[in-house]
């Protein structure tokens, strides 16, 4: 019995674990020096202090130095947070559960004393759902929006960011 006691804790976890996602697109929203909105946009190339945007279907070629603000929406991060929240709140309730528990005292009769494992594995199931709970707001609530404000920048500068955030290796 005490080999297995882990079980429920391993099984938890594998359940809740956050599962590995593939690289996303980086589309991003850019807002122009007259306040045109581009939505869903690929940065391309930079050449002669032009951006290249492939927004959908279209392609266009905007000046560098047009460029307001790119956004990047964020994603949320709740699997993750449940997924480590889920984890550490089982081994924590399991090692509380096993120092929790106490031999019954056999003068009240018959008693059934299976060890320390039912509150191991108690404790672990409680401090899983509560790590599950507690994880899963803390990862849903962190992560936000990637926002880049390059109006003031230089021309050097914004030349340099843009080509970071195209993913360029100059």
């Known amino acids: 019995m005490k080999r297995y ?14 599962a590995q996602t593939q690289a996303q697109d980086r589309l991003w929203t850019v807002i122009t020096a007259s306040y045109d909105t581009l939505s869903s946009c690929s940065l391309g190339l930079l050449d002669n202090g032009t951006l290249r945007l492939v927004c959908g279907s279209s392609s266009s ?40 528990y106490e031999k ?13 494992g039912f509150n191991i594995v108690g404790g672990a199931i409680a401090g899983a759902v509560g790590g599950f709970l507690v994880g899963g707001v803390i990862g849903a609530t962190s992560g936000g929006d990637e ?22 290796k100059n």
């Open 61 to 100: 070629r905007i000046p560098v130095d047009s460029v307001r603000s790119l956004t990047r929406p964020g994603t949320s991060h709740f699997w993750t947070g449940a997924g480590y929240g889920t984890l550490g709140g089982a081994v924590l309730g399991g090692i509380i559960g096993g120092a929790t």
């Open 104 to 116: 019954p005292n056999s003068t009240s009769g018959f008693t059934l004393d299976f060890g320390p």
């Open 5 to 18: 006691a882990f079980l429920p804790i391993i099984l938890i976890a594998a359940i809740s674990w956050p």
């Open 147 to 168: 926002v880049h404000d390059i109006m003031l920048e230089t021309h050097a500068a914004k030349v340099r960011i843009l080509t970071d955030l195209a993913g360029e």
